[in-house]
């Protein structure tokens, strides 16, 4: 695994240059719990390093770097599950990140269980798009462009109230409705069909909320699926060959329920 690597914080001056805000994220007793846990990982205590880089990942859930340190000791200590949930929510917080998507991918392809993707291509599509930013991104990215527009309406009223719109105020006005769909759809994808990992060894999903129903399928450790519904301890997932069952929640941990993106 060419890319199993630690990941360090950027250099004192590269904060300098972003600013007050970035250098307050990471006060002197952070930066040396991080150091530390580097330490233990090259060091090979990876249980250890893991500890460290799990406490940095709930304290500062927004940044990438701890979680994907977190996924690299997880995966050398055994824990594919674990590890695999640690990249996805590295890369929910750092998208376009080679690395992280290098080892999620790796760390997949090692699992015993595999699910027949059945989506429509154009799903595929859409999911891939979505996962190419963070929430954040696309709400920043919504509102510049509705600035850019209500700046423009404003200046069309004051100076020249009798102008037909062109073709650049119509294309604003397009991209704007785009950008908009594609944030509805980020919506969709953290808050109603919300990612989950299996981080039991194995899980069974069955037709009901409850032991006593009858088993529909199997899934394994490290397996991504859908919560779509929860009820009294059950969550209701969704595969992505299309079948839905209800599995203990407890077997699974959404990727997004430490806040991130």
């Known amino acids: 695994m060419k890319r199993l690597r630690l990941r360090r914080l950027a250099a004192t001056s590269v904060l300098v240059l972003i600013g007050a805000g970035y250098a307050l994220a990471y006060p002197e007793s952070a930066r040396q719990q991080f150091e530390s846990a580097n330490q233990l990982y090259e060091s090979g205590d990876y249980a250890k390093a893991a500890e460290q880089y799990r406490s940095l990942s709930e304290s500062y859930s927004e940044e990438g770097v701890f979680f994907y340190n977190l996924g690299n000791s997880l995966f050398r ?3 594919t599950g674990e590890a695999i949930l640690a990249y996805e929510r590295a890369r929910a917080a750092s998208p376009r990140d080679p ?3 290098f080892n999620l991918t790796y760390t997949k392809s090692l699992l015993e ?22 929430r954040r991104e696309l709400f920043l990215l919504v ?8 700046s423009a309406w404003a200046l069309k009223i004051y100076f020249k109230p009798g102008l037909p719109w062109g073709w650049r105020r119509k294309t604003l006005v397009y991209l704007m409705l785009f950008s908009l769909s594609v944030f509805g759809a980020k919506h969709v994808q953290t808050d109603i069909f919300c990612g989950a990992i299996v981080t039991t060894d194995e899980t069974q999903g069955r037709y009901g909320p409850s032991m006593d129903d009858r088993a529909a399928f199997k899934l394994g450790e490290g397996l991504k699926v859908y919560v779509i519904a929860r009820r009294h301890g059950w969550s209701r997932v969704m595969l992505t060959n299309g079948e839905t069952g209800w599995v203990p929640s407890s077997d699974i941990t959404e990727i997004l329920g430490t806040g991130t993106a």
Do not use: C, M, Q, S
Not at 114 to 128: A, C, P, Q, T
């Open 143 to 150: 509102l510049v462009l509705y600035f850019i527009f209500a």
């Open 77 to 79: 200590t055994g824990k």
């Open 99 to 101: 690395d992280i998507r």
């Open 113 to 134: 269980y595999h699910i027949d993707d059945k989506r429509n291509w154009y799903l595929k599509v859409l999911e891939d798009l979505l996962n190419f930013a963070t």
